[in-house]
């Protein structure tokens, strides 16, 4: 007899004998109300107050704007250009809701290894960590979230969930993307002496325009 046959022959011997659904089901419930349970308080009760706190923490790195509508996109963009010595030109994540407006006074330009800002727009957010949320496909596509120095991201105040759990609740049942990107201020690390650089393996900044209506 080897150890390996006493540690499963002893799991056998203490697994319950009965395994109906209900059974499985009754305890699947009671430990999705005790992960409930043990989940901490959000700081701000208003989900949109409490994601920009976290995400405009030092830490994070990220810096926020609130517009009215789509509509006043493109304005915020060229504002975010002008204060950081940009030229107003920006790769358009190929989403409708950014092609359907007016880039007139941006100029569209390729993804490319040396683009300098990218203007994309985030399925949703966490307002516990100020994380965006990106599914990748056609309209979504992974690089422009990861290539540009400067990302520039659109966010409906409305797809904000309190928590990662709710955002699984959300998605349950519905088609699953290629990959999900929780995307969570700008690129940092401390590998070097600590000492925090930004840029590292993603952009140097994160500005998120977040859409009231």
Known sequence: MSARHDIFSALRR????????D???????????????????LEFSDLVENFIARVT????????????????LPEAVARYAETH??????????????????WSEIGAAPLASDTMMAVGAARGGVAETGSLLFHSGPEAPTLYGFMPLHHVVALEARAIVARFEDYAALEKGQPQPRNVNFITGASGTTDIEGVLARGAHGPRRLHIVMIEA
């Not at 203490?14 to 659904?21: G, K, M, V």
């Not at 923490?57 to 789509?70: F, N, P, Q, T, Y």
């Not at 010595?85 to 007016?102: H, I, T, V, Y």
Request: with cysteine; hydrophobic share 50%.
């Open 14 to 21: 203490l697994r319950p004998q009965t395994h109906s659904e």
């Open 23 to 41: 059974a499985i089901a009754a305890q699947a419930r009671e430990l999705a109300r005790a992960m409930q349970a043990c989940l901490p308080p």
């Open 57 to 72: 923490a030092e830490k994070v790195g990220a810096s926020v704007e609130r517009a009215a509508d789509w509509s006043l």
């Open 85 to 102: 010595g940009l030229a107003k030109e920006a790769a358009l994540q190929p989403d409708p809701r950014l092609l359907a407006l007016d």
